[in-house]
């Protein structure tokens, strides 16, 4: 069976700090890569999402930047983190085309910008 | 554009039905998904429409009419656990999700 983790679960950092959030997939190969961020009480914000190795699509430009270096590993940073940059970040997985509507979410890391 | 429109909070008793509508506007149309969010955690996914209809899971339904762009969520014998945020998501042309922001479902005993 697939299984995704994140982490960290939590994070508080300073503005202006560096910010790095790892995600990895097990049990299945060349998945779909989703980065999205939530506001409190809001709905999802699509960050970036990878269709495969080194292959990275921005839907929103900002102070985030993600990379995808092996297949089922997927990476959030950022040089320089805003207060406006706080939220509870989530990666997810799918299969591709069709199936990419089905996706499965990691636990996700809330972070906290002070 | 394209936009997902949900109510925002809803309201229903312990024991009983609620419906939750979605409309959606998209650029092509690859089907309408609906995912739960419990405060805190992540989304899971719930079910998938493509075709008009009535999808039933158990306690759960999904219907799609897509002449209308609309789509409803129905949960039959409500449960304290279903006390959720659900989530209707439109796919595109290009298989992206188009997300809604949510409708907060409160559960009163």
């Known amino acids: 069976s697939q299984t995704i983790h994140q982490w960290p679960a939590t994070l508080v950092q300073p503005v202006g700090s560096p910010l790095s959030l790892e995600c990895t997939v097990e049990?299945?190969?060349?998945?779909?890569l989703y980065w999205y961020r939530q506001a409190a009480g809001r709905g999802l914000q699509l960050l970036f999402y990878s269709v495969g190795i080194g292959q990275i699509s921005s839907e929103v430009p900002q102070n985030l930047s993600a990379s995808r270096p092996q297949d089922r590993q997927f990476i959030l940073s950022s040089k320089k983190l805003l207060l406006s940059d706080s939220g509870f970040y989530l990666c997810a997985w799918s299969a591709e085309g069709q199936d990419a509507g089905e996706q499965y979410f990691g636990p996700g890391t809330r972070l906290t910008v002070t | 554009g394209q936009n997902i429109d949900q109510p925002t909070e809803m309201t229903a008793t312990e024991g009983a039905i609620v419906q939750i509508n979605c409309t959606y506007q998209t650029s092509g149309f690859n089907g309408l998904f609906w995912y739960q969010q419990h405060a805190g955690e992540a989304p899971t996914f719930l079910s998938y429409?493509?075709l008009d209809g009535l999808e039933e899971k158990g306690r759960f339904s999904s219907f799609l009419s897509r002449s209308k762009g609309y789509s409803y969520l129905l949960l039959k014998e409500l449960q304290m656990k279903d006390s959720a945020s659900y989530l209707c998501a439109a796919m595109d042309s290009n298989y992206q999700l188009i997300w809604g922001a949510g409708t907060k479902l409160i559960i009163k005993p």
């Open positions: 429409n493509v």
């Open positions: 049990g299945t190969s060349n998945p779909n």
